[in-house]
């Protein structure tokens, strides 16, 4: 399965696009790919290869993120998120199509589906995170902080153990053994580079999205979906509680946990249990 990449432009800027089709058309919705917080469309590439052998995939870095343009606000919001999404629809010209959305990205989804409910068919959440009143202030203060190049380089310090503190720890930043992600794997270093290379072409805007996810009103905006929804985690995601949570919430919903996508056999796995729910 080839990777396409190109772009599309918004009134901010160029949005860089990863895409993938079958060979043939085989008369399936378009499905719409937003990623997590807070490096690419990158991260996506594994199970796009596997739902891209029968439908379009379509994968944006989200504004401020990997290689597309910041957002024009300061602190957007999910609304100007799910806002960013349909003009991108509407330059593939695309009525409708289906959503899946990891982390932020779920919340991105969450948004469109219920302010665009004529342009989104079915909707998948992998992984959300659903927090107390006190952790999300705790995350907007402590978990996305912003960032600026400096004349010492500490970015790129920085930047290294962001990423790879949150492979170790959950939340990243609280590392003590009772926060220790106990099905924790560390990626090989070639994985870590890459993500840490798109949070760092995204230095000083990646924080925008994790903190419009964390003030997202999630419990209120959820019920409020309309489309059927598949509600699901790996088992070694950190947010995997969510699930249940958003599950409880929705009026039309299934939920998962799958095994972990880091094996082949475990991407199959989530990568069917996607496809039943799409084309059932």
């Not at 979906?225 to 995601?237: H, V």
């Amino acid at each position: 399965m080839l990777i396409d990449r190109s772009f599309v432009r918004l009134t901010e800027g160029l949005v860089h696009i990863r895409s993938c089709a079958p060979a043939e058309d085989q008369g399936k919705p378009p499905l719409y790919m937003v990623h997590a917080s807070p490096a690419s469309a990158v991260t996506l590439i594994p199970i796009m290869t596997e739902l891209g052998r029968t439908r379009r995939c379509i994968a944006p870095d989200t504004l401020g993120n990997g290689d597309s343009v910041g957002p024009a606000l300061d602190a957007p919001d999910m609304d100007y998120y799910a806002d960013s999404v349909a003009r991108v629809l509407d330059q593939f010209g695309l009525d409708q199509v289906d959503l899946y959305g990891s982390h932020t990205g779920a919340h991105i989804c969450c948004e469109l589906a219920i302010r665009h409910p004529a342009r989104v068919r079915k909707v998948v959440f992998d992984g959300i995170g659903m927090f107390s009143p006190e952790a999300r202030a705790e995350y907007l203060k402590h978990y996305a902080p912003e960032i600026t190049p400096d004349d010492f380089g500490t970015q790129f310090v920085w930047a290294w153990h962001f990423i790879r503190d949150q492979v170790l720890h959950f939340p990243y930043f609280r590392r003590s053994p009772e926060y220790r992600r106990t099905e924790a794997v560390m990626p090989p270093p070639e994985a870590l580079h890459t993500i840490v290379v798109d949070v760092l072409k995204a230095l000083t805007t990646y924080h925008k999205g994790y903190r419009a996810a964390f003030r997202h009103k999630d419990a209120e905006r959820i019920p409020l979906i309309t489309q059927p929804l598949f509600c699901m985690a790996s088992e070694d995601d950190p947010l995997k509680d969510g699930v249940d949570r958003a599950h409880a919430l929705a009026k039309a919903a299934v939920k998962a946990i799958l095994p972990s996508e880091r094996t082949p056999e475990g991407l199959k796995t989530k990568a069917a249990a996607v496809l039943r729910f799409l084309d059932g």
